[in-house]
C-alpha cells in the first residue's frame, strides 16, 4: 500500500491517467447539501492560503493507465462536475484551456469505443449523461438533455455548480480565484498494491457513509474479481437483477433470497440471536456464502445465475396503484392479490419456493394457482382475526416441511401451512367466522382491506358479472360510525344504545357503495332507497331490511361470514387434526392489567410452547428460554433500571428477594413476588430489551392463552 499526500488538482492532472468508476460501484449520488458544503469550502478557501483537506481517494492500478478508484468517486465527481460549470460560465479561454487539459480531458487516452478523451470513466448508469454533459460545449443553454436526463444528480449539481459561480461572478469573485482555491483541495491518496480492497473498502467505509448493505455485498462480490470479469458478471447479472426488480427492491429480494436458501431467518450474529433483515443482510449474507473466494470467478457467475433465476419470480410480487388488473394473466391475479391487495409480503419466501417448482414443471398451472388460493385464505383469515399469519420465519419452516418428495404436493402443502400454532395457527372456521361477525373488522382491515373482503364476497355470487367497477366503490357504514341525533333516538327507541358500539365496524355493518359521501350519515330509511338501486347484492339486499338493529348487524354478518368460508377456505380434512384452536391468544401489547384474576393456560416463547399454572411459571419459562439463547444480552439486565418501579429484578445474589428463582441453574437469580400485571410488564421490558439490543423481534415471539373457568 502506498499512501501519501497530495492536492486533488495534481492528482487529476498528473499524467494520462483515467480514473475508472468499477461497475459494482453505487451511482454518483452527491445531494445537493454535499455540493453546497464542498462549494461554500472552497469559496472560504479564496479569503486565505491555507489548504483544506476533504478525504481519501483509494485506486488500484490497472495496466498502465488506468487507476480504478475503490474509494472516493463521490468528490472526484463533483470536482469535474465542478470544473466543467466552471467552463462554461468562463469566457478566458486561458483558464478554459487549463480546466479541459488538467482537469476534464486527458489527451493521451484514447478509447477504442468511440475515441472519447474524458479524465473520468463513471458507471454504465452514469456514463451517458455524464459524456454528453462534458461534450457539449456550454451544457446549460443545450436543448439536447432530456427531461429525465436532468433530473439525474450529474446534471442537477453541474447546473447547481453553474448557478453558484454565477452568483460569486455577480458578487465580485473572480473565476480564477476559485480555480486557484481549488488547487489547495488537499487529499489522501491510497494506492492498494498487494491488498485486499474489500477488506480496505469496509475499513473506509464503517463509520456511516451512507453505503447500504446492497451496496457492499456487491461490492464484496465483484471487487476482487479481474475489471473485464467484473464489468461481465455486472451487466448480464447484478443489472438485470436491477431492471427486473428495482433497486428500491434490492434489498428486500436480497433478505427475502438468503432466508429461503437457508430455510430460516433466524441468525447468530456475534453471540446474540438475531433475525436477518436489511440491517445486517451484509454480515448474513457473507456469513451463508462464506465459501466464496472473491477471485473465484466461477462461483460468483453460479450464485448470480440463481439470484436472477429468482429476481425473474420476484418481479411478479411487485405491484402498485399503476398496476392494471385486467390486463394481469391468471397467475398474476392470484399473486396481485396476495402480495398487493392483502400486503402480504413475508409469504414471497414461500411463494418463490413453489413458484421455481412451476417454471421446472413439477407442478402445473392449476396447481399452483390453488395453492396460492391457499397462501391467501391463511394471510386473510389471519389478519381478520389479527393472528400473525406468514413472518418469514413462518414462510421459511413452510418451505422446510414441503422440500421432500411426496406424492400429493397439494395435501403436503395443507399439512405444512395448518402446522401453526398458537398466532401462528391457521384459523379455524368457528374462529374466522366469530372474528367477522363480532370483532372489529374494519379497524382490523382498514378501509382497504374492507372494500378487499366486501368486493370479493359480491363477486363470488352468482350473476356478478353486472359489478362495478372496483376502483369505483367505497366502503360505508350502515349504522354512521358517528350516529346522528336520530339514529341515535332510534338506537334508544329499539333499546339497542349500548350493543350499537359492539358491531358498529363488524362485516354485518358495512357495506359497498358508490355515493359514499351522498350518503354520509343519513338516517337508515333516507339510505335505503339509495340501497334498492345498488348493483352490488348485499347492499340491495338493505333496501328491504325494515329495521337495523345489532341483531339485524349480526343475522347479516353471519350469512356473510358464513360466505367467506367458502371463499377463504380451510380443508375441511385438516380441521381438528394439524390445526390446533387454543383459543384467542394474546400477546405482550395486550392490555396487561386486563389479565387480572385470570390464569395461563398454554404459553409460548420463541417458537416452544407449554402448559402452565401460573404467571410465575410464565416469568420463569421466559428467562430460562431468553438467558440459554443469549446469555450475553441477558447479563445485561443485571444492571438494567427500566423494569416497574426502577427496581432490580434480576442478581447475582438473592439479598432482598422474598422468592427467588435461580435461572438455568447458572448462580443467576430472579425475583418472583410479583402480581400478574408486574409480572407481564417484566417478561415484556426483558422481552423489548433483547428487541433494541439485538435490533430483531423477540417480543413478537411471545404468545399466551387464558385458561377457560
Not at 14 to 26: E, L, N, S
Not at 117 to 141: C, H, N, Q, R, Y
Not at 189 to 205: A, G, H, M, R, W
Not at 349 to 356: D, G, P
Request: contains cysteine.
Amino acid at each position: 500500500m502506498d499512501v501519501g499526500k497530495d492536492s486533488i488538482y495534481r492528482f487529476i492532472s498528473a499524467g494520462d491517467t483515467t480514473f475508472v468508476i468499477p461497475v459494482y460501484q453505487r451511482n454518483y449520488d452527491w445531494k445537493k447539501e454535499n455540493c453546497l458544503q464542498l462549494f461554500q469550502d472552497i469559496i472560504n478557501l479564496t479569503n486565505s492560503d491555507k489548504a483544506h483537506f476533504i478525504g481519501t481517494i483509494c485506486f488500484t492500478r490497472s495496466g498502465m493507465n488506468d487507476f480504478v478508484i475503490i474509494d472516493g468517486q463521490q468528490r472526484l465527481t463533483s470536482i469535474m462536475l465542478m470544473m466543467k460549470a466552471m467552463f462554461d460560465v468562463s469566457n478566458d479561454e486561458k483558464l478554459k484551456n487549463k480546466i479541459c487539459t488538467r482537469y476534464l480531458q486527458n489527451d493521451f487516452n484514447d478509447y477504442s469505443d468511440g475515441g472519447k478523451k474524458l479524465k473520468l470513466k463513471p458507471i454504465k448508469k452514469d456514463e451517458s449523461v455524464f459524456d454528453k454533459l462534458m461534450g457539449t460545449d456550454k451544457a446549460f443553454e443545450s436543448e439536447i438533455f432530456s427531461p429525465e436526463e436532468k433530473l439525474t444528480n450529474i446534471f442537477k449539481n453541474y447546473d447547481l455548480f453553474k448557478e453558484l459561480l454565477q452568483k460569486e461572478l455577480l458578487r465580485g469573485k473572480y473565476l480564477e480565484e476559485i480555480e486557484r482555491a481549488v488547487e489547495r483541495l488537499e487529499i489522501v491518496k491510497i494506492c492498494l498494491t498487494d491488498e485486499n480492497p474489500q477488506v480496505i473498502f469496509e475499513s473506509l467505509n464503517s463509520t456511516g457513509l451512507g453505503l447500504t448493505n446492497t451496496d457492499l455485498l456487491r461490492n464484496y462480490l465483484l471487487m476482487s474479481l479481474a475489471y473485464k470479469d467484473q464489468e461481465f458478471l455486472y451487466q448480464n447479472y447484478w443489472m438485470r437483477i436491477e431492471e427486473l426488480i428495482k433497486s428500491e427492491n434490492m434489498e428486500q429480494f436480497l433478505v427475502d433470497y438468503l432466508i429461503l436458501k437457508r430455510k430460516s431467518n433466524d441468525l447468530t450474529e456475534n453471540g446474540k440471536k438475531s433475525k436477518i433483515t436489511s440491517k445486517n443482510l451484509y454480515y448474513a449474507f457473507r456469513k451463508q456464502f462464506n465459501q466464496i473466494d472473491g477471485n473465484a470467478r466461477d462461483q460468483v457467475e453460479s450464485l448470480f445465475k440463481d439470484m436472477l433465476k429468482y429476481a425473474e419470480i420476484y418481479k411478479h410480487f411487485l405491484y402498485d396503484e399503476s398496476t392494471i388488473y385486467q390486463k394481469l394473466d391468471a397467475v398474476d391475479k392470484k399473486l396481485y392479490e396476495l402480495f398487493y391487495n392483502l400486503g402480504s409480503k413475508n409469504a414471497s419466501i414461500l411463494v418463490m419456493f413453489i413458484y421455481e417448482k412451476l417454471n421446472r414443471g413439477e407442478l402445473s398451472e392449476e396447481l399452483f394457482i390453488e395453492l396460492i388460493d391457499i397462501c391467501i385464505s391463511f394471510a386473510f383469515r389471519s389478519k381478520v382475526c389479527n393472528w400473525s399469519g406468514f413472518s418469514a420465519q413462518f414462510s421459511a419452516l413452510t418451505v422446510q416441511k414441503i422440500d421432500v418428495a411426496a406424492s400429493d404436493f397439494k395435501e403436503l402443502f395443507w399439512r405444512a401451512i395448518t402446522s401453526g400454532r398458537g398466532r401462528y395457527a391457521f384459523p379455524s372456521d368457528k374462529t374466522f367466522q366469530d372474528a367477522l361477525v363480532y370483532g372489529n373488522v374494519y379497524q382490523s382491515l382498514r378501509s382497504a382491506g374492507s372494500k378487499y373482503l366486501l368486493y370479493s364476497l359480491e363477486k363470488n355470487l352468482p350473476h356478478s358479472k353486472e359489478l362495478p367497477a372496483y376502483s369505483t366503490g367505497t366502503v360505508e357504514h350502515v349504522l354512521p360510525q358517528t350516529p346522528t341525533d336520530e339514529w341515535k333516538k332510534y338506537l334508544k327507541d329499539h333499546n339497542d344504545s349500548e350493543n350499537y358500539e359492539k358491531f358498529i365496524h363488524t362485516l354485518g355493518n358495512l357495506t359497498l357503495t358508490n355515493y359514499n359521501s351522498q350518503l354520509s350519515n343519513n338516517f337508515f330509511e333516507d339510505k335505503k332507497e339509495e340501497y334498492t338501486q345498488s348493483n352490488y347484492a348485499y347492499t340491495n339486499e338493505l333496501g328491504s331490511i325494515l329495521s337495523w338493529t345489532s341483531s339485524d348487524i349480526e343475522k347479516r354478518g353471519k350469512k356473510m361470514a358464513e360466505a367467506a368460508t367458502s371463499i377463504w377456505k380451510l380443508d375441511n380434512e385438516f380441521i381438528g387434526s394439524s390445526v390446533i384452536d387454543t383459543g384467542e391468544t394474546f400477546t405482550l401489547s395486550s392490555d396487561l392489567p386486563s389479565f387480572l384474576g385470570q390464569k395461563p393456560a398454554i404459553v409460548s416463547v420463541l417458537g416452544e410452547e407449554r402448559q402452565i399454572k401460573s404467571w410465575v411459571d410464565f416469568l420463569k419459562f421466559v428467562v430460562d428460554k431468553f438467558y440459554t439463547e443469549d446469555s450475553k444480552t441477558f447479563m445485561e439486565l443485571l444492571t438494567y433500571d427500566g423494569f416497574p418501579g426502577k427496581r432490580a429484578v434480576i442478581s447475582a445474589n438473592t439479598d432482598g428477594m422474598k422468592k427467588p428463582y435461580e435461572i438455568e441453574k447458572n448462580s443467576l437469580y430472579i425475583n418472583t413476588n410479583y402480581d400478574t400485571v408486574d409480572v407481564l410488564k417484566i417478561i415484556k421490558c426483558i422481552a423489548e430489551y433483547y428487541d433494541k439490543a439485538t435490533e430483531s423481534s423477540w417480543s413478537e415471539d411471545i404468545w399466551f392463552t387464558i385458561r377457560k373457568n
